[in-house]
């Protein structure tokens, strides 16, 4: 028995929802940060659906500036949680950056973002993709449309620039993936570089995530990666357009997570199952009845104090569509997913995917053993605690037992070569043997030492 576990054994009695008796809290006034993203949603609408009061806690959200601001927030103490990129706890822990031990029992959900470029290198990249029977471009497109534009920029002596979000963030990982897909080199982290330039064919700087359309109307960027609804404005704005969505580059994979830090957890195991509860909830309520409550979650998302994007902006990926070009709308239904797929367990295979895209790309200097792999995910995402609050929502009547995988190792089963833009599947039970399958990127002893790859 876990020792959550024994706390609530000897805290709790749940022979029927009538006789559901709320945990006694150690902390029930809390302070969440976050980002102005769509994917905060399970934080908006636990807190106006009344699912954080339904379990005594009394909650303030607070956006946040920037992910870093975020980060040092719940080091501090400032925040007791936030809305974190799901590579944050994961550096932090392991020394990457600001050294702290974060963790998470909640994910938050899965897709959500897209790879936007200015309508100028749109028109170049054009005539570089199939069309389909409709004549439309045909999806997902590789990054091989725009290695002939990043060449013609090489050749006049310009450098392409895009932009992501932070170092740690899906959103560096998905567009070095994806520009690495199509035989572009997005740079390497070396001893003392920061920036991940080393080698690159295109090179990528930190934009805040509401900051991007402007940046790229600016000209400052030819393109960025980047969570809803900022594609969008793009498209709304007329200013770019987004060529894919991590949907497309790697269907359902994992996005934000809800973090923090190991200590409070320690101390505050009831408010943590308890606030975990209540995430749980708002996922479910997000996805039921096939997305019906979309609408209702748009116009929310749309107020000033979450997301503060027109409604139409927020609506174009969140219902179920994502519009491409101006007038280039798709069907697209888990673009947006929290709680289908098991969108909200915290799988140690999403934990093993982020490291070993820090390792690939030099943020994780040397070589580690698979076993290392596992251990760090271990560290950090918690779905003992996410079980705990699963169980005590069935048992209370507010969930389904069918919708939580009970008997599961951590593990997901390996993604399918079918599933991932490169044709590469992907297995987190096996990381070193993946990152050897990935052709650009570090490989077994290999290190960034200066401006070269040795080993």
């Known amino acids: 028995m876990t020792r959550l576990s024994a706390i609530l054994a000897t805290t709790t009695l749940l022979a029927s929802p009538a006789m559901a008796e709320m945990l006694p809290l150690e902390k029930d006034e809390l302070t969440f940060g976050f980002i102005k993203l769509t994917d905060m949603a399970p934080l ?19 956006a946040q500036a920037n992910w870093k601001v975020l980060l040092d927030g719940v080091i501090d103490g400032q925040l007791d949680g936030a ?55 045909q999806h997902p497109i590789s990054a091989e449309a725009l290695a002939p534009v ?31 897909a ?14 991940g330039t080393v080698g690159a064919d295109v090179y ?9 359309p402007a940046t790229l109307e600016a000209g400052t960027i030819h393109g960025y990666s980047v969570g809803e609804p900022w594609n969008q404005q793009a498209v709304a704005k007329g200013i770019g357009v987004p ?32 606030l975990t509860k209540a995430l749980i909830r708002a996922a479910i309520w997000l996805d039921e009845n096939d997305n019906a409550n979309r609408e209702e979650a748009v116009e929310i998302l749309s107020r000033p104090d979450y997301v503060g994007a027109d409604p139409e ?80 929502l069935v048992d209370e009547g507010l969930a389904s037992e069918a919708d939580f ?22 297995d987190g039970r096996t990381p070193n043997a993946y990152l050897d399958s990935l052709p650009i990127g570090l490989k077994g002893d290999q290190t960034v030492v200066g401006s070269e790859i040795q080993g």
């Not at 636990?46 to 959200?61: H, K």
């Not at 990528?204 to 991007?212: K, R």
């Not at 491409?324 to 888990?334: A, L, N, Q, S, T």
Request: net charge negative; charged share 20%; aromatic share 14%.
């Open 243 to 274: 060529v894919i969505t991590d949907y497309e580059l790697w269907k359902n994979n994992p996005e934000k997570v809800f973090g923090l830090t190991a200590e409070f957890v320690e101390a505050n195991p009831n408010t943590t199952i308890a």
């Open 182 to 195: 199509g035989g572009l080199n997005p740079g390497f982290y070396g001893n003392g570089d920061a920036t």
């Open 83 to 137: 809305h974190m990129l799901a590579g944050q706890p994961l550096a932090a822990t392991i020394g990457y950056g600001t050294e702290a031990h974060i963790v998470t029992p909640f994910s938050m959900d899965l897709n959500g973002n897209g790879i936007t470029v200015s309508n100028a290198v749109w028109a170049e990249m054009k005539p570089n993709i199939p069309t389909d029977a409709e004549g439309r471009p």
């Open 405 to 426: 995988p009970w008997d599961s190792d951590g593990y997901k089963a390996p993604t399918p070569a079918a599933d991932i833009i490169d044709g590469i599947g992907y």
């Open 44 to 62: 908006a609408i636990a807190y106006e659906q009344g699912y954080f009061m339904d379990e005594g806690l009394f909650v303030t959200l607070e």
């Open 313 to 392: 902006v927020i609506a174009a990926s969140m219902t179920g569509t994502f519009e491409y070009e101006k007038g280039d709308i798709r069907e697209v239904p888990d673009f947006n997913t929290f709680f289908r797929h098991h969108a909200t367990y915290p799988f140690y295979s999403d934990a093993v995917w982020y490291l070993t895209q820090m390792r690939r790309w030099g943020q994780i200097a040397e070589a580690k053993d698979d076993g290392w792999y596992d251990e760090v995910a271990k560290s950090v995402y918690k779905p003992e605690i996410y079980l705990e609050a699963a169980r005590m």
């Open 150 to 180: 990043v060449e013609s920029f090489a050749a006049r002596g310009e450098r392409f620039d895009m932009g992501m979000v932070f170092p740690v963030s899906t959103h560096n990982y998905e567009i070095r993936y994806w520009l690495a």
């Open 204 to 212: 990528l700087s930190v934009t805040p995530p509401p900051q991007m």
